[in-house]
């Protein structure tokens, strides 16, 4: 699962060390000395190797690739979620949290080594073009699409605002392929989702925490209460199945959108005062509303600090399959145009203390879907315990992933549907629910 992660800006290291004893301070700088020697010999070994390739290799390497990937590798054998981004990466990881960039505005996918589009995204140059779900993308620029990955023919597609892009694809219902020239323009990504159930329910489907979550959280919100009726209004589902998270501070307002007060998260670095805690401030977007927040084996990272917090203060019912289990914290470091550092600095920790690294939310109602027969095993995501390298934790029993599945239509959705149930059937106190009941 490819995962975008927490960003937190590292907490600048104190010196209290002047109150150590000058033995102390002499014997630490002792051994700083024979470390600084012992890493400055393995360094030099770096050096003799990255030489010997330079010159001896059968063919001439590229020699910023060569370090650029023993960079990387020194990062990867920390843990799953640290890496280096060269700056391409790290220009596309800031567009991917800002949710915002130039582009056509199409949802897609791959299949079968072509492109194939998942809906366009309402009033963008893709829907104004009249691209249709299902419709494939054969030629972007006349530039075959078969053989790139999914994400060269995105970069493709993507690019400066008003500049023009030619698509060749095919359709269903035509015999002969359509081309289309669009001119690309600001495209909003959309973290938001929401509609109405059952005439009285308000549904909130949060797909990453980027730049624009909270905000499209309370626009929702304000729309669903003035649809409804706050009078009819009988409580919210809060959808974050599959999404693999995203940014701190939008996991921490999203959190505090439902909360009046307590602590929400905490982050605990190596040393003791790099600990930062983040809590609520008075005022409850859903009015006290009851809320089901729904969660599964694809909700990792932002999306387990919302629900953790949410279920520690009881104040949402969780429902679902267990969630991924990543409770670590990483910081985005750049490197003055040379791209950035993915480093793995704190781990995080739910109100209550509790760390899920490895092990996820467990959901206070199991509720499974009906998986189809051609998806079964394949279903179960592998959950950070999963990960080869991931962190471990001290007397604490790690917990695979568990099924991300989600039926395509929503008549399925026996997850969605107990959600539903629960809040029509729901009486004063019943969000304090903690015994998990299974539903087949």
């Not at 909130?204 to 730049?211: A, C, G, H, M, S």
Request: charged share 25%; proline share 4%; no cysteine.
């Amino acid at each position: 699962m490819r995962k975008v992660s927490l960003v937190l800006l590292g907490a600048a290291l104190g010196i209290g060390a002047s109150a150590l004893s000058t033995q102390t301070q002499l014997l630490s700088g002792t051994s700083a000395v024979a470390a600084s020697a012992e890493t400055y010999r393995q360094l030099s070994l770096f050096g003799d190797v990255f030489e010997k390739v330079r010159t001896d290799y059968v063919e001439k390497p590229e020699e910023s690739k060569l370090i650029e990937s023993a960079v990387n590798g020194m990062l990867t054998s920390l843990d799953p979620h640290s890496s280096y981004m060269d700056a391409k990466a790290f220009r596309d990881m800031q567009t991917t949290t800002k949710g915002e960039f130039g582009g056509l505005g199409i949802e897609v996918t791959m299949e079968d080594g072509l492109i194939k589009v998942v809906s366009p995204i309402d009033d963008t140059p893709a829907s104004k073009a009249g691209l249709l779900a299902n419709d494939i993308i054969t030629q972007i620029d006349d530039d075959q699409v078969q053989g790139l990955t999914l994400n060269q023919a995105v970069d493709k597609m993507r690019g400066p605002v008003n500049s023009p892009v030619r698509l060749k694809i095919t359709r269903k219902e035509a015999k002969d392929p359509i081309d289309v020239t669009l001119n690309r323009d600001i495209i909003k990504i959309r973290p938001v989702r929401s509609k109405v159930e059952g005439g009285d329910i308000g549904y909130v489907r949060l797909t990453q925490f980027n730049e624009q979550t909270f905000d499209g959280l309370k626009t929702a919100i304000d729309k669903l209460q003035t649809e409804i009726g706050n009078d009819k209004l009988k409580g919210y589902v809060v959808d974050l199945r599959n999404n693999p998270g995203g940014l701190l501070d939008q996991a921490v307002m999203v959190s505090d959108a439902f909360l009046d007060r307590g602590e929400i998260v905490s982050t605990r670095g190596r040393n003791p005062d790099e600990t930062q805690r983040f809590s609520a401030k008075a005022g409850d977007l859903a009015k006290g509303k009851p809320i089901v927040v729904l969660v599964n084996g694809g909700a990792a990272s932002a999306s387990e600090i919302v629900a953790g917090a949410l279920q520690d203060h009881k104040r949402a019912t969780i429902m679902g399959t267990r969630s991924f289990g990543k409770g670590s914290v990483q910081s985005i470091i750049p490197l003055g145009g040379q791209g950035a550092l993915r480093l793995t600095t704190a781990r995080y920790y739910t109100p209550s203390g509790r760390s899920i690294q490895a092990k996820g939310i467990e959901p206070d109602q199991e509720v499974l879907q009906d998986v189809p027969d051609d998806l079964k095993g394949k279903d179960e995501t592998k959950g950070e315990a999963g990960l080869k390298g991931h962190l471990k934790q001290k007397d604490v029993e790690e917990r695979g992933g568990s099924s991300a599945y989600i039926p395509p239509d929503p008549a399925k959705d026996k997850q969605l549907i107990a959600a539903v149930d629960f809040l029509h059937g729901i009486q004063k106190g019943a969000a304090n629910v903690t015994k998990p009941a299974t539903q087949n």
